[in-house]
């Protein structure tokens, strides 16, 4: 838009420029461009999905995958070349290669192993710039590599993210989020059950909730119905106008990071009485003390296209640290499950649902079974709620036990 509308000289110039700048806050920047199509990279990486179906808009797997197709949208949206190239471009720059010309999505169709693919975009460009020899000679290099293998060449394999010493435990994070939370063998367990629940609080008396145990090491429950509509709709609309990328502690500051991509807001109980009765229904259900300064205000988080949360820990490495409960303000058509990895099992988002697992032991040391990610959203928009307990505060309502395992 800017290289655009600032050079047009034209009778309707002002006219332009004027509709321009009154629409500029809402249209796409550079960030929202590249956030995009790494967003594309991640759900391929992630997901394990097929570079050629990804480009006709068909969630794929990759060859040599035995799970079936993770999601059949309604209307298939295909990507154009400049899209792909794009997508190419952000990728190469993640690997720390900065030289113009080098950036383009054959390069990663051609990594991915799709090499009949990637010949076939180079001719094509090669088309158009007869003079690039780099794209000459990529185009040798291809034809040289399928007359040499002409049927495994044509096989996709599915790419392997490099080795990160600090994300030991990605793959298994990734199977999980494969599953997209499906966990046929959970109901073989007579021990794993639903119950309605009031803790013996009167203020549920009437109105219990509905829990649904998901695991016992270490306790993980899904709570239905836990908003409602009303509340999920009422949380969104106030959240909106102030969400700001998410950020993560950095020692004594916060900064942004790549493994966490989502945006996220704060709400105080006074802007309205939604937020009040949520609070109110968390301290009967859980019996702790989610009074200030024992808690937080209600933190509200957006995950868009791509967003995610890698595996972490909700309690912080040294004291004062936190429990926290989620509750789900939105449906997703595909992704965003909880991935427990060392648990090894993974919930779905379920609409207006509460999870909750206890991250700490009742001495107050982590739990290092909880350790959990929020895997991208594939398709949709996820919406939850944070509310983030202390520990101090809380030495009555759960007090320690005898057993430093409990």
């Excluded at 009074?291 to 995950?303: D, I, T």
């Amino acid at each position: 838009w800017k290289s655009w509308g600032h050079p047009v000289r034209s009778s309707n110039s002002g006219f332009l420029k004027n509709g321009y700048q009154g629409v500029e806050k809402d249209l796409p920047e550079f960030e929202d461009l590249e956030g995009a199509a790494r967003a594309v990279m991640r759900l391929q990486d992630v997901y394990a999905l097929s570079v050629k179906g990804l480009v006709r808009g068909v969630f794929q797997r990759a060859s040599g995958t035995h799970l079936p197709t993770l999601y059949s949208p309604g209307h298939l949206f295909s990507l154009s070349a400049d899209d792909c190239f794009h997508i190419g471009k952000v990728s190469r720059r993640r690997s720390g290669h900065q030289k113009r010309n080098d950036l383009t999505f054959v390069l990663s169709l051609f990594q991915a192993g799709n090499v009949s693919y990637a010949l076939s975009l180079s001719r094509e460009f090669l088309h158009y710039d007869p003079s690039n020899k780099r794209v000459a000679r990529n185009v040798l290099k291809y034809e040289k590599l399928l007359g040499e293998n002409p049927d495994g060449a044509e096989a996709e394999m599915m790419l392997q993210r490099p080795n990160v010493t600090h994300l030991e435990t990605r793959d298994l994070y990734e199977e999980l989020c494969q599953t997209l939370g499906s966990r046929p063998t959970q109901y073989q367990s007579p021990d794993l059950h639903c119950s309605y629940e009031t803790n013996g609080s009167p203020f549920l008396i009437l109105q219990p909730i509905k829990r649904e145990l998901i695991q016992w090491q270490p306790y993980v429950a899904l709570f239905h119905d836990f908003v409602s509509d009303l509340e999920a709709e009422t949380i969104k609309k106030l959240a909106a106008p102030w969400l700001q990328r998410s950020v993560v502690a950095s020692g004594e500051k916060q900064q942004k990071a790549d493994y966490r991509i989502s945006k996220s807001a704060w709400l105080k109980e006074t802007v309205d009485p939604a937020i009040v009765s949520l609070d109110r229904r968390i301290a009967a259900l859980t019996g702790l003390n989610i009074r200030s300064p024992y808690a937080e205000f209600l933190q509200v988080v957006n995950y868009g296209l791509g967003g995610h949360y890698e595996p972490h820990f909700d309690h912080a490495t040294g004291r004062p640290t936190s429990l926290v409960f989620v509750f789900q303000l939105s449906s997703v058509e595909a992704g965003g499950s909880t991935a427990f990895i060392y648990a090894n099992f993974s919930v779905p988002v379920v609409k207006n649902a509460a999870l909750f697992w206890w991250n700490l032991h009742r001495n107050g040391e982590g739990n290092d079974n909880t350790l959990h990610a929020g895997c991208p959203v594939l398709a949709g928009d996820k919406w939850v709620a944070n509310k983030w307990i202390h520990e101090y505060g809380q030495e009555f309502q759960r007090p320690c036990s005898s057993d430093p395992n409990d």
